[in-house]
């Protein structure tokens, strides 16, 4: 009952809020620069360059505070020491240059960039075509999209749970394993085989993000105007030619999109390596590692910041042309 | 409006219950308990009636209830009024409190390590100048002890910031009493025995170990318990010191022998059930089950007091499982030394109070009220080991007072990033395939750019 009352009241006050800042400005601007008497044309000129400032100003403080601020002070932080009580200068980057976890977690990060966007999307891809044709399609595409509903920390549960080992010969309760014993193989110990272990990890998000390209990329589908395919069939193409020729080039800019998107999520995670390995055998991203430093023993908020920046730095470039991506698709 | 009632009504009964907090033994009564060194705390200590003390620890749930069964024998005799809270984020939330200067005035501290950090900021008050003398007279392996509560001030200067209470000993070896006897073995007396018996067992068909080291994000931790515990067996105590500050670098030919020690049990598929490959990826939760598999998976299996816990359902410590002593070598001589953890008082604020608390502690009943229940050794030697429980705490109270040198774990003394990161991480490595050489390269040169 008092959450009700709570969450009615801060929807209240927050609507409340935006009219009161819109009709409250406005009118101290035209109290200000009143659009009347002997200066009526330079006022109105004035108060409509401000006006926009205005009505822009509370996303700007917010944005300010929620995003921009943190950053500068995470590249404040990753310049000192341990206890953010020294100033070092580029120490904590020179150590990552070092550190043989930041490498290894560069190299698994890369992979990671390549094998599961790619993967993702070529998928995606097929389903969505797949799914088109056959009746049960909705079905199936039900299916594919559920894991999306799954969060990354309950996805590794249960792909933890898959890749579970026992012994030879007793009775296993990972999937994969009870698989491996019933055609006559030997269990493994799947998560700690390098350097495979890490392309059973991506398994679980390409699993994840599977659906969401092919959701995607179904609609981009659908999207393609019919007199095109029309035109391919009636030029005697086969279906391969219809799809990769006709189709395909058609929802490149989407494709792209999805691409980047996936991109960014690969380059962010941490959840599903933190749940199944936690870094360990070899299987170490940026986003673990920083939050080792950060967080574990002795907080190091130095490095953790160091690693923070390299990340960002590194989404950075794909964000930007991604959000290009999108802009032209609108377009 | 009913509702409230009764809140109200069930708020007064709480109230009540915790203002006549009862006294579960009755002093006097069970003449086993030292009732004479209760009377003379609460003569020693008049006049301080209704003061307050807020103490602050990272024991919930069970542990809670029994330090909270402690706590009315000093409000009892002092007359001033204690309050316990406890979190499972301990370790952050007393950096944050005494750095927003708002600390409680007694905390309880489950690593040494931080409440050296915390004395160096100044955050800690020195406790009574006798403790020390204190602690080498009246605990066993009494000067370890004090040692490891002895931290540098603010000024660099050394006093004793801690008062250890409530031991853990690792240094234990769990096994089937039954198992051993249809087998024909017997309890090891020496590390080299001990060895004997793991061959004797392998040559018998049958697998001498289960090892587990995962533990999710704290996956490794067993290991570095069985390279220190190792590293107690095989080099003086001196040398521990010297390892545990990075004095003697981690990739010193000593250290590297001992974690090939540990290789030569846990890198070796005939001796850990499930073969070498499973010891790191096996949850140290499950690991002890195999002792209790029929046929037994294993023989063995070394871990802390604390393991009966995980045993499986309907198996009691002591009786279905029980534990040796993990023994200590007969070639090199170098005493019972024993491996263990506890955790430490230390005073944050100018209270009186807080003081006259840890002098409670000093006094053998602030022991044995806690000991008669369970879960809890201590290393007092002014206590009656017959109040134990059970028997097998008063066993491993035992091993405790035995004794003759006694050292923390290791992992805990160290910086965090390495006794809660690289060691854990290196120790993976190795069993996974790493040398030991290698693994300790890794360890110091993380450790170097601590520097």
């Known amino acids: 009952m008092e959450l009700l009352l709570l969450a009615v009241g801060t929807i209240a006050a927050g609507v409340l809020g935006c009219v009161a800042w819109f009709w409250g400005s406005n009118w101290v601007l035209d109290t200000i620069l009143p659009p009347r008497g002997e200066n009526a044309g330079d006022n109105i000129r004035r ?34 020491n341990a206890p953010s009580t020294q100033f070092v200068g580029a120490d904590n980057y020179l150590w990552l240059v070092g550190d043989s976890k930041f490498r290894e977690s560069m190299v698994n990060n890369f992979f990671w960039l390549l094998v599961v966007p790619a993967l993702s999307t070529l998928f995606g891809l097929i389903a969505a075509q797949l799914t088109d044709r056959i009746r049960w399609g909705n079905i199936g595409k039900s299916l594919i999209f559920m894991p999306m509903a799954i969060s990354f920390v309950g996805a590794g549960v249960i792909w933890k749970l898959i890749y579970e080992y026992r012994e030879a010969g007793e009775e296993q309760i990972g999937l994969l394993n009870a698989f491996v014993q019933w055609i006559g193989g030997e269990p493994q110990t799947w998560l700690t085989i390098q350097p495979w272990n890490n392309f059973f990890l991506m398994i679980v998000l390409v699993w994840i993000q599977t659906g969401f390209a092919m959701v995607i990329l179904s609609a981009a589908l659908r999207g393609i105007p019919e007199e095109t395919i029309e035109a391919a069939v009636l030029d005697g193409a086969n279906p391969w030619q219809i799809f990769f020729k006709i189709k395909v080039p058609q929802i490149m800019g989407t494709i792209a999109v999805v691409w980047t998107t996936i991109t960014i999520t690969v380059l962010k995670v941490f959840d599903i390596v933190f749940v199944m390995t936690n870094g360990q055998w070899g299987t170490q991203v940026l986003a673990n590692l920083m939050y ?30 991604n959000i290009r991506n999108v802009r032209k698709e609108m377009r | 409006m009913k509702t409230t009632i009764l809140t109200s009504a069930a708020m007064i009964a709480l109230t009540t219950a915790a203002a006549n907090a009862q006294l579960i033994f009755e002093p006097g009564e069970d003449d086993r308990f030292n009732w004479a060194s209760y009377e003379e705390f609460a003569a020693s200590h008049t006049g301080m009636d209704g003061q307050s003390l807020q103490v602050f620890g990272p024991w919930l749930g069970g542990d809670k209830d029994l330090f909270e069964s402690v706590i009315p024998y000093f409000e009892e005799a002092t007359g001033i009024e204690v309050e316990y809270n406890g979190s499972d984020s301990f370790e952050q939330q007393i950096v944050i409190d005494s750095e927003a200067g708002s600390p409680p005035d007694v905390a309880v501290f489950p690593q040494p390590g931080l409440a050296a950090d915390l004395a160096a900021k100044g955050s800690l008050k020195p406790l009574a100048d006798d403790t020390a003398a204190w602690l ?26 801690g008062f250890p209470y409530k031991a853990d000993v690792k240094s234990l070896v769990w096994y089937v009493p039954e198992n051993f006897e249809d087998a ?30 995962g533990s999710g994000g704290a996956t490794g931790w067993p290991a570095t318990d069985w390279v220190e515990d190792l590293m107690l067996r095989m080099n003086p105590p001196e040398d521990y010191d010297a390892w545990v500050t990075n004095e003697l670098p981690f990739n010193d030919p000593e250290i590297v ?60 410590a002591g009786v279905d499982g029980d534990f040796f002593y993990f023994p200590a070598s007969a070639e090199v001589d170098l005493g019972q030394p024993v491996l263990g953890g506890g955790t430490t008082f230390s005073v944050l604020t100018d209270n009186e109070a807080a003081m006259a608390f840890i002098d409670f502690l000093r006094t053998p009943i602030a022991h044995e009220v806690w000991m008669a229940q369970k879960g809890f050794i201590t290393p007092h030697n002014g206590v009656d080991p017959e109040i134990y429980g059970d028997d097998t705490l008063k066993r491993m109270g035992q091993i405790l007072l035995d004794a003759t040198t006694f050292r923390f774990d290791g992992s ?7 006794g809660a990161g690289a060691f854990w991480t290196g120790m993976v490595d190795f069993v996974g395939g790493q040398s030991a050489q290698e693994a300790a390269d890794a360890i110091q040169g993380t450790w170097d750019t601590l520097k």
């Open chain 2, 184 to 213: 024909g073995y017997e309890v090891p007396e020496s590390y080299e025995d001990l060895k004997a018996l793991t061959e004797q067992i392998v040559e018998d068909g049958e697998t001498p170990w289960c090892i587990g080291l």
């Open chain 1, 292 to 321: 080792d430093w950060m967080f574990r023993g002795s907080p190091d908020y130095g490095r953790g910041s160091a690693i923070a920046i390299v990340l960002m730095v590194l989404v950075l470039p794909i964000m930007i042309w």
């Open chain 2, 257 to 316: 022998a001992v974690i090939d020690e540990f290789g030569w049990f846990a890198k070796n598929d005939d001796f850990v059930a499930g073969g070498a490959g499973a010891v790191s990826s096996t949850d140290f939760r499950d690991s002890p089950k195999g002792l209790f598999d029929y046929p037994p998976a294993c023989y063995m299996h070394r871990q802390a007091s604390f393991i009966p816990t995980f045993f499986p359902d309907g198996m009691e």
């Open chain 2, 412 to 418: 805990d003394l160290m910086p965090g990033a390495i």
């Open chain 1, 47 to 80: 108060a409509s360059m401000i006006r926009p400032w205005l009505f822009l100003g509370p996303a700007i403080l917010f944005l300010g505070v929620y995003l921009v601020y943190p950053v500068v002070n995470s590249f404040w932080l990753s310049l000192k």
């Open chain 2, 136 to 161: 080498a007279e009246n605990y066993a392996a009494g000067e370890d002890w004090a040692k490891l509560v002895t931290f540098a001030g603010p000024d660099g200067e050394e006093k004793v910031y």
